[in-house]
């Protein structure tokens, strides 16, 4: 039950929390009068709420070990994050939020079979096939008709 039925509502929630973390930074943005700090503050509260996160769940952590082992792209991961958020924070307001998230769900997809098919960045092989390719056609034909 918890893999068929709660993992993927937790996913849901998380898709729900998404669009409302940019209708909040969109908010923020007219409030403070700037997308850069606006943004800011989006991820300054979500450093402070996943320090808080990490200190509740006492996971040991060893960034010297870490630093030593891993390759420097390994730490870019933030940069897509404030990607994503700056994109929000100015395309949102324009474009409207199911639009947005179309798009980005139609880009999610398209790079998702790329990583899935050539096992890049470690993801594991996952051959595209017929039915993957037809998936990704009809979220692009959702984008469509969601932009009307």
Excluded: H, K
Excluded at 49 to 62: D, H, I, K, Q
Excluded at 72 to 84: I, N, P, S
Excluded at 132 to 139: D, E, I, M, Q
């Amino acid at each position: 039950m918890l893999r068929t039925m709660v993992l993927p509502a937790l996913a849901a929630l998380a898709g729900v929390g998404i669009v409302l973390q940019q209708a909040l930074n969109a908010n923020l943005r007219v409030a403070l009068g700037s997308g850069a700090w606006s943004g800011f503050v989006s991820f300054f509260v979500g450093v402070v709420c996943m320090g808080v996160f990490a200190l509740a769940t006492r996971e040991p952590f060893s960034l010297a070990a870490a630093a030593d082992r891993l390759p420097w792209w390994v730490w870019c991961g933030g940069f897509f994050g404030a990607v994503f958020v700056a994109l929000g924070l100015f395309l949102v307001p324009v474009i409207g939020a199911a639009t947005f998230f179309a798009f980005l769900i139609a880009g999610q997809m398209a790079g998702s079979l790329a990583f899935d098919q050539f096992g890049w960045l470690g993801i594991p092989v996952r051959p595209v096939d017929a039915t993957r390719l037809l998936g990704v056609v009809l979220l692009v034909a959702g984008v469509v008709l969601v932009r009307r």
